[in-house]
Structure formats: C-alpha cells, structure tokens
C-alpha cells in the first residue's frame, strides 16, 4: 500500500479512537503520524524499506509497526477490528460533512443517537442545536447532509465498484459448471455512476451459481432468490443481479441486459425493419410469437455476430447510449475510441507544493511507472490558501526547482510546469501575468463563489478564458457526483469561447468529477474542441483516475486526435509554446 492511503487509514484511526473516547494522547499520535508522513519530504518507500520509520519525528514506535504491515500487506487488522467494534450508524455519520469523531461521540453519548432516522428528527425538532458545540447553523447543515445522503444514496461511483465487480466476475468464471460470465448493465457501459450491478453467466446448472451467488462474502441481504435469477445487496448497499441463461442465449442476454434501455429500442427497430423479432432470447421471426428463436440464433457467438446479423459495424458497450450509434453503425462510421494504452501524460496534478499527499519526485517516479513520458503539476494558487495555493514568489522558486529538475536528468519523464489557478468572482485570475507566462501551461478552475447567478458564472469562466495565458478550463461544472450538484453555467456557451479562444477543455478524471460531462462534448469536438484528462491526483495512487478519464472519453465518442495526452513530448511543447 502506498503512502497517501496509508495517511488515510491513519486519520481514520485518529476519528475511529476519537469517536470510542480513546485517550486525547493516542488520538493525537495517529494525527500527528499521518501529518508527519503528508509533509515527508523524502521518499517514503526508502524509508520504510530501510527501516528509517522510527527516525521520524512524531512517528512513535506503535505507529512504525502499523505503518509497516500496511506498506508490505496492504491491511491492518487493529484498523479492521477498530472499524467492526463501531456501530455501522455512526460509521454512516461520520460520511456526513461537518461531523468528526468528537461530534458523532456527543451525538451518541448525550442522545443515545445510532441511526440515521433517529438523527434526522433530532435535528429538525432542535435537540441537536441545544447540545454543546452545536448550533442551528450545524443542526442545519446536518440536515442537508443527511438529504444529500437520501437522493444521492441510491447510486455508487462507477470507480467505487471496480473492484467488486472484478472479485465477483473471478469467483462466476471459476465455477467449473460457468461456461461463460459477464458483467452487463450501467457498470459494462461505464457510466460514471451505477444503481445496480447486472451479472451474466451461461451455464446449465444455475441452481450451483445461485447458491454461490447469494453465498458471496459481503453479502448483507438476499433480495431475490429464483431459479434462474437472485438479487443481493452488499454492506455497501450496492445490489446485484444475477441471471443464468442457457449457452445458446448468452449473447442475446449479454446484449441485452448491457443495455441501454434506449439503446435497446433502437435495435427493436432496426430488427423489426428486417423483419424480425429482437429479444434477450433470440432473434425471431417478426410475425410469428414462436418461443423458439430462429434458427440463424445459433450461430450468433458473439456481440459482433449480432451487430453484423443486422449490418451494423460493432458497437462497443460505451457507446450503447441510445444517440446516434446505430444510424453510425449502419454507416460504418463508427469513431476508432482511445484507449489508455494511448495516454502519454498528464497534466493536473498537485503535490506537496500544495495540498497533494506526495512529492513531485514520487509523482515523477509513479509515472515511470505507468510508462508515461511526460507529467505535469498544478498545484493550487494563492485564493485556495485553504489547499496552501502557491503566491506568485513560490510559483517562480517552483518554476526553477523543476527546471533543476529536467537538466538533472534524474528521470526520462520530462516534468512540465504548470498551476491550477483560481478564477476569481470577477473572472481575473489569482496570479500576476508576467509570473503566468513563465509558466509551461496554466489550468484555470473555480473554487469559491458557487452560488454567482448562471449568468455571473458564464461570464466569469468566459473571462478568464480568453485571457490569452489560459491552456485549460479545469472542472468546468464544480459538480460532485452523488454529493454537489454543478453551479449554475451556460456549458455550450463555455464551449463556444473555449473552442474560439482554443482553450483546451479538461475531463477532470477525478472518480467523483468526471466533469465535463461525457454528454456535453459531441457539441465540440468536431468544431476542434481539444480534451485533456487530467486524474487532478493529489498522490501517486490518484494518477490511476486517469483510466476513468479514458471510460468517459471514449463514452464522448473520442478519438485519439481529440485527446492532448496522446500526443508526444516534442507536440505537447509545441503545442504550450504555440497553441493548436
Ligand atoms: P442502473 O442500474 O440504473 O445504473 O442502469 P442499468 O442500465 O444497468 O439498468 P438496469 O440494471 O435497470 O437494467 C439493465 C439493462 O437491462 C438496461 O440497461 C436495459 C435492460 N432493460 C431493463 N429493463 C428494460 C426495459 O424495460 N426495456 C428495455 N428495452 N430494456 C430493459
Ligand atoms: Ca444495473
Ligand atoms: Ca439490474
Ligand atoms: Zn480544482
């Protein structure tokens, strides 16, 4: 395990002891660890390899061993069994912004409070205000913490469930009687946010899978249990479904559960207007209700089968949104997508400089990694002093570290210098021009002023685009997904200025951000609207958002050439030199 989410873990120790009413001493030592660690300078994995961890000052003898394990195994088991000794209520609270240990521990201790409902109404009747601490002004902001919570609560990142749905798919593909397993629906589309989880599995004893499926560990609840067909929900909350279909019917099931429901229609049509009946059965004569498909059926193996039975080029399930993709696929004119084997490079990222967890080395190196030949640093500028955005001093001291940096030749990744800097109410920028310009690259974002009318907003983002040292618009829309809605702008407007002022747009990959929204861009990119993803890492783990950027991308119908990331070190200069 990494750095950044070993500091995580051990925050989260310091709120777990805080909310069990441990000793102020043993909370502090976990929050001192892990601010330690934030602002190493060194490189860490040296560290902890050399077992140097203890040198540190504000790292006890304790933390040293639990720092240890998590590096070389990845987990912890005081971490595990201080989670579970915790009622899952006010592990829930604890997700609601504004309440840390200490408050969720007077909740508790004063009112008795574990549930969310039982929360709720302490708020609203003012039992909450009248604590010690509170007020009305946290009472409220509580509230619509918990509301958040209920109309977001029934959907999950995408990002959020990689990693279960990969466990679940492994444990179907090895059952000896699983002839084939998918995964369908929202997820194999990749939208960015997913309700529930659709499994496919052919095989003949779907009894076995059954028992196996509603068996899965981290299985809270069996909603569903049926012959061919369960549903469980997991101690996430996410749901699942499982269909098993006979072998014959599998790519008619994979098809049709992947969806789009829209999508869906489309190609009903297209089968009706030749004369047949489409279904997650089989294809079947348009006039007959035979229950036994025709027998062409059978020879369909896969997806591509299906799509060429009814002359259309393959369409990948990304695209499967119901726009214009089978009118395209009729045309053979499907795009040829990126994909992440494509990327080069990234540009937004922060490091310690500002509020990222690791240095501009240890980036550096995580990009070796990732074989990339270029990245890019955006630390904050000085409006977000709460991120400890850089001054104009800091910038230039900046500037020439990484210059220091590429002559050293310490690394083949070649480091670009750039900022992220805030786009003031007024639409100037925080950053004097003259320090801009010596920058290789400047991403312009807004932080603050979200509640500035449409119109103020459109402006303002407007303004700050056509300032001649702007490369990029960062996080165009501020949306949240499943916690803040986006601010209030005209997006085609922003579009039409960043296409006149050839201002490149970012696909802030950030799992939570994903913003532009992948349904905005068919308006610019054949007008020569130019993308960039940006994962907007804060350590060396974050830079892996870069592969959600590329789900988006490609569900944007992008192509390479729509992308700067794909492009070499010497165009990428150029470009920052020249513009495009
Ligand atoms: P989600 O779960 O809300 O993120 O979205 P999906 O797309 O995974 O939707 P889900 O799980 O309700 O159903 C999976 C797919 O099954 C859906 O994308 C299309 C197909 N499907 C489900 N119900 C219908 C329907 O009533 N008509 C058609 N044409 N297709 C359906
Ligand atoms: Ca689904
Ligand atoms: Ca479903
Ligand atoms: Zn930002």
């Known amino acids: 395990m990494g750095k950044g989410e070993i500091i995580k873990i051990l925050k989260e120790i310091g709120v777990l002891l805080e909310l069990k009413g441990e000793n102020a001493f043993k909370v502090r030592a976990y929050q001192s660890g892990a601010r330690t660690l934030e602002r190493l300078e060194d490189n860490f994995e040296q560290i902890v390899e050399a077992g140097r961890l203890k040198e540190l000052k504000g790292i006890g003898q304790a933390l040293v061993q639990k720092i240890e394990l998590l590096y070389r195994e990845g987990r912890l088991p005081f971490y595990e069994d201080l989670k579970a000794s915790v009622a899952p209520g006010l592990l829930e609270f604890l997700e609601i912004p504004g309440l840390g240990g200490k408050k969720v521990k007077v909740i508790y201790d004063q009112l008795g409070i574990d549930t969310m409902d039982a929360l709720k109404e302490a708020c609203t009747s003012g039992t909450i205000e009248a604590l010690e601490g509170f007020g009305k002004k946290s009472a409220e902001k509580i509230l619509s913490g918990i509301e958040n919570r209920k109309a977001y609560g029934k959907r999950h990142l995408w990002w959020s469930v990689t990693g279960l749905v990969e466990r679940i798919l492994a ?15 929202s997820y194999r589309r990749c939208m960015e946010t997913v309700g529930d989880l659709d ?28 012959i061919t067909k369960s549903s469980v929900r997991f101690e996430s909350g996410i749901q699942a479904d499982l269909r098993v279909v006979p072998e014959e019917a599998f790519v008619f099931a994979l098809h049709h559960f992947t969806g789009s ?15 047949y009946r489409l279904s997650e059965w089989g294809i079947f004569d348009k006039n007959s209700d035979d229950a036994e498909p025709l027998k062409v059926s059978s020879e369909i193996q896969s997806e591509c089968d299906l799509f060429k039975f009814f002359n259309l080029s393959p369409i990948v399930p990304e695209l499967r949104e119901g726009f214009d993709e089978v009118s ?6 499907m795009p040829s997508l990126v994909e992440a084997s494509s990327i080069k490079g990234v540009f937004h990222n922060h490091t310690t400089a500002s509020d990222g967890l690791d240095t501009l080395e240890d980036m550096v190196k995580a990009a070796e990694r990732l074989g990339w030949s270029y990245i890019g640093f955006a630390d904050h500028s000085k409006a977000s002093y709460q991120a400890n955005g850089l001054s104009e001093d800091r910038v230039l001291k900046l500037i020439d570290s990484i210059k220091q940096f590429n002559d050293s ?22 950053l004097e021009q003259s ?41 165009p ?8 809605e986006a601010y209030a702008v005209d997006i085609d407007k922003i579009i039409d200025a960043a296409i006149a002022n050839k201002v490149i747009i970012e696909i802030n990959a950030n799992p939570q951000r994903l913003d532009m929204d992948w349904r905005h861009w068919r308006k610019g990119l054949d007008r020569g609207l130019l993308c ?14 870069f592969r959600a950027g590329v789900n988006i991308a490609r569900k944007a119908g992008m192509e390479d050439h729509h992308i700067i990331n794909t492009r070499n070190v010497s165009d990428v200069s150029l470009l920052f030199t020249e513009g495009y």
Do not use: W
Not at 199 to 226: D, H, N, P, Q, Y
């Open 409 to 430: 030749k310490q690394s083949k990744v070649k480091v670009f210098s750039g900022i992220e800097c805030d786009i003031l109410s007024d639409g100037r920028l925080d």
């Open 532 to 545: 960039s993803i940006n994962p907007d890492a804060h350590s060396t783990q974050h830079l892996d958002y």
């Open 171 to 185: 444990i179907l593909r090895a059952h000896p009687n699983t002839i084939r397993a998918e995964v369908a629906g």
């Open 477 to 484: 829309t501020g949306r949240l997904l499943l916690r803040r």
């Open 199 to 226: 499994f496919i599995v052919a095989s003949e004893s779907a009894s076995e899978l059954m028992e196996l499926f509603v068996a899965l560990e981290g299985v809270k609840e069996v909603t569903a249990k049926g």
């Open 328 to 333: 395209r696929a009729e045309a053979s004119n």
């Open 435 to 475: 320090v801009l310009e010596q920058l290789d690259y400047v991403v312009a974002s807004v932080h603050s002023g979200f509640t500035q009318s449409e119109s103020e907003m459109t402006q303002r983002i407007i303004k700050a685009i056509e300032q001649p040292v702007v490369t990029m618009l960062g996080h």
């Open 261 to 275: 429901k829209d999508h869906n229609v489309l190609m009903r049509q297209r089968a009706l207007s030749m004369g």
